[in-house]
């Protein structure tokens, strides 16, 4: 019984004290409280023993005496008169799960992983028992007496008792024995689904089977009938299934299961307790038991048993005085607005029947009077508008119509797909990742566009996947896709890189093979001309101006260039050589 309601209070009820009509209750936080059936109020409450979730209480056959185990890996003796801790040890290495008392008193089972035997006047361990892989959740004993009468009864060895564990099919039936040779389970019963409740009727003579209710968590009962009479390798089978149904009638063809909360032994043996239905509002019926049928199945019409009735004063609405100016908007596609007519009488009703000689209306006029503008609803593109995306996101999910999930999925604009995932309803997000894990299996280019859905899905929706409790498997499938790809990732980029170093060079040499061999000779030569052709070409100008100046040019000419001859010559030490040497020369 790990459900719910063990986080919120672990209400793993004990024995209710039949002297004093207390009930013990365990908290989340560690204390214990008593509460009075009798006097419908809480009596005391037990603080000091444990400092975290209690997982299960159980009451001494001496009244005042009571035991409660709890995650904190403790196991705490009560005196519950003065409300304080007798004793406290520790039980397990992990958190201590059930307990179960001897029919004698003077023994306590405590299971976490492994079971264990507990002398009460020592506080120290009998006996180990080993088998189960998860953590225990109920623990019962289910004979009082030996089944060999002949050795003298110590009040423990020789007795069975029964354990069932968390997420395990296999309810383990366990042997006692005077030596510590054997520690594993004597027999097994086994079930189609986890245990979420287990009832037994007591073995008290040898010959007597003991009697196994046990309810799954598929919502069916089976009943077990077996003489423990020492070791059974293979697991036992239900002598009889129990399940319930409705009887599939007034329109709804299909019978649909009620699952069964719940099943007790009566205190004949011979009958059985069933709760079945709503947790909210459960029924209680007595059934005789019939195990000669494998499968039994009882129908039950809870429909009309389950019917909630509310008070009538609760439920009168008035309905607000509409004025006739007034227009109210109705709910629906954006940019449609239809007024509700208020409801018109019967007299105004035989008055609008069209009479046989009128022209009925067009639909033009007709959806004027509803006041519809239609270049709000359509739009030039033919497709709806960002804020009707979100609509048709939901409808295609909800009818998973592959064309609308087309239409709305394969779009390409940030803002749209961003706005569609921000307008869509919460409870249409974990559909709507479904649908895009899926689609990310595809092909690639699917792939790259639900790349950006799933961006927007989970930065604008991060706070509402958080609190899902079972996030986790709901996003495994997108989990492992997404760890596939980025594995390849480095590899590929190392192959991209190479690739395009291999596809540039081969690149360069095709363009270097094409390019034609250029004409290298200059279009155009500039060259610089020397101070005595620029002093010729001042000459032929001058001699254009004026051919009569000519001789007397020429004849300065030469006395300058001789008086710079002989100037150099006196510099140089030339002085020696000839005039004539120096004209020719020159």
Not at 12 to 31: H, M, N, P, Y
Not at 495 to 508: E, K, P, S
Request: charged letters at 25%; glycine letters at 6%; one cysteine or more.
């Amino acid at each position: 019984q790990d459900g719910p309601q063990r986080k919120k209070r672990k209400s793993e009820v004990a024995e209710v004290d039949k002297q004093l009509d207390i009930l013990a209750i365990g908290t989340a936080v560690g204390s214990i409280l008593l509460y009075s059936t009798v006097k419908g109020e809480l009596q005391s409450k037990l603080d000091g023993g444990h400092d975290n979730r209690v997982n299960c209480v159980r009451w001494h056959q001496d009244n005042c005496c009571l035991y409660s185990c709890s995650e904190d890996k403790h196991i705490v003796e009560w005196n519950a008169q003065t409300c304080k801790v007798k004793c406290k040890w520790k039980g397990d290495n992990s958190s201590v799960t059930s307990l179960c008392i001897s029919p004698d008193g003077k023994m306590l089972l405590s299971a976490g992983r492994t079971i264990k035997l507990w002398d009460l006047e020592t506080k120290e361990v009998y006996r180990h028992f080993t088998g189960h892989a998860t953590s225990v959740s109920s623990l019962m004993f289910t004979t009082v007496k030996p089944m060999n009468e002949n050795k003298p009864f110590d009040g423990i060895t020789g007795l069975y008792f029964l354990s069932g564990a968390i997420h395990d099919r296999l309810l383990s039936v366990w042997y006692i024995r005077s030596d510590r040779k054997e520690k594993n389970a004597v027999m097994s019963f086994t079930v189609t689904d986890e245990p979420t409740f287990i009832d037994l009727t007591v073995s008290e003579v040898k010959e007597e089977p003991v009697k196994l209710a046990v309810v799954c968590r598929d919502g069916q009962l089976y009943l077990f009938e077996h003489i423990l009479n020492g070791y059974c390798k293979k697991p036992l089978t239900s002598n009889c299934t129990i399940q319930i149904a409705t009887p599939g009638n007034d329109g709804d063809s299909t019978p649909k299961p009620v699952p069964i909360l719940a099943a007790a032994f009566c205190t004949d043996k011979q009958s059985l307790l069933l709760v079945y239905g709503n947790t909210l509002q459960p029924i209680i019926e007595k059934v005789s038991l019939n195990t000669t049928e494998s499968h039994v199945c009882l129908i039950r019409d809870i429909q009309k048993v389950l019917s909630l009735k509310t008070d009538v004063g609760l439920t009168k609405v008035k309905t607000p005085v509409v004025n006739s100016d007034t227009k109210v908007l109705v709910p629906g596609i954006p940019g449609h607005s239809t007024a509700v007519k208020t409801p018109s009488s019967g007299k105004e009703k035989k008055k609008n029947k069209r009479k046989p000689g009128e022209t009925e209306e067009s639909i033009e006029e007709r959806l004027e009077a509803l006041d519809i503008d239609v270049s709000k609803v359509k739009t030039p593109g033919g497709l709806p508008q960002t804020d009707s995306f979100a609509v048709l996101l939901v409808q295609g999910l909800e009818s998973n119509d592959a064309e609308i999930l087309n239409r709305v999925l394969n779009t390409r604009k940030e803002s749209v797909i961003k706005n569609t995932v921000a307008r869509m309803p919460i409870h249409a997000v974990i559909p709507l990742l479904h649908e895009l894990t899926k689609r990310l299996q595809g092909n690639p280019y699917s792939a790259s566009l639900m790349v950006r859905w799933l961006k927007s899905v989970f930065t604008l929706h991060a706070s509402y996947l958080s609190t899902l409790p079972d996030l986790i498997p709901q996003l495994g499938m997108l989990y492992q896709l997404m760890e596939s790809r980025v594995k390849t990732l480095q590899k590929l980029s190392r192959l991209h890189g190479r690739l395009f170093i291999l596809v540039t060079q081969v690149a360069a040499s095709e363009t270097a093979q094409d390019v034609t061999e250029v004409n290298q000779t200059a279009k155009l030569v500039y060259e610089d001309e020397s101070s005595e052709e620029e002093g010729s070409d001042d000459e032929m100008i001058a001699d254009k101006d004026s051919d009569e100046n000519w001789d007397e040019d020429e004849e300065k000419e030469e006395q300058s260039d001789e008086q710079d001859m002989t100037v150099e010559k006196e510099i140089n030490g030339d002085s020696d050589l000839e005039p004539e040497n120096e004209s020719e020369e020159e």
